[in-house]
């Protein structure tokens, strides 16, 4: 097994622009996150699904922010519009027999 | 929901010694303990984990001990290397593939040679 992929794995994009970052799960697992690391505010989970369903999307900062499961092999985080203060690493991860692991994560820088 | 604190924030140890990193949680319904290690610019990952089943759990020079009736655990690194240089994040949660760990806030180990 791959592991969970991610892509793109570096993104830079102008303030006010979208940005989709993407997420392919390990297969068989039924939950996946996305999870926003930074220095400031360190590890913090935005929102997680299982079997495909938003359970808790307490931790999304704000209506800019979406996350999307359209499948169990696929999910996507968008921002719309982006700002500078979004610039992070986006992990996302997948849960099986209690274990997460994760993704290798988006570098997102919006200037 | 779940709370999970833990300390200390910095540690460092000079190389050869042992390292303690504790964590106390709050939801007495957590039965599954991991530790994760991330090294600077790479995602977690997991190093160990500890079940409610068991009291304490060794892979080579890293262990785990749980004490449920507390709520706390510890991850003890011994013989430390300077590549075990890295955050260390405990969390806690259920044993099962549904719901989510909650995860503290971070160690940053450093290891002096």
């Known amino acids: 097994d791959a592991g969970v992929i991610q892509s793109p794995r570096h993104e830079v994009t102008e303030m006010g622009q979208e940005v989709t970052l993407r997420c392919k799960p390990i297969?068989?697992?039924?939950?996946l996150f996305w999870y926003r690391q930074t220095m400031m505010r360190g590890l913090e989970l935005l929102i997680y699904?299982?079997?495909?369903?938003?359970?808790?999307d307490s931790g999304m900062p704000e209506d800019r922010f979406s996350a999307k499961m359209p499948n169990a092999s696929f999910s996507t985080l968008k921002i719309q519009p982006s700002e500078p203060r979004d610039s992070a690493v986006y992990f996302c991860?997948?849960?099986?027999?209690?274990?997460?692991?994760f993704g290798p994560g988006t570098r997102l820088l919006v200037l | 929901g779940e709370n999970v604190e833990q300390h200390p924030s910095t540690l460092s140890v000079q190389e050869g010694d042992s390292a303690v990193i504790k964590c106390t949680y709050s939801?007495?319904?957590?039965?599954?303990f991991p530790w994760y290690k991330q090294e600077l610019g790479k995602r977690p990952q997991l190093i160990i984990d500890?079940?409610?089943?068991?009291g304490e759990k060794k892979d080579q020079r890293i262990a785990v001990t749980l004490n449920k009736t507390a709520k706390h655990f510890s991850l003890h690194i011994t013989e430390t290397q300077p590549e075990d240089s890295a955050v260390y994040f405990c969390?806690?949660?259920?044993?099962?593939?549904?719901?989510?760990?909650?995860f503290g806030d971070g160690t940053t180990l450093t290891v002096k040679p």
């Open positions: 991860a997948s849960r099986g027999r209690g274990t997460q692991y």
């Open positions: 297969s068989g697992h039924n939950s």
């Open positions: 699904f299982n079997n495909n369903v938003p359970i808790d």
């Open positions: 939801d007495s319904a957590s039965n599954y």
């Open positions: 500890i079940r409610s089943n068991v």
């Open positions: 969390a806690a949660g259920p044993n099962t593939n549904a719901g989510k760990s909650t």
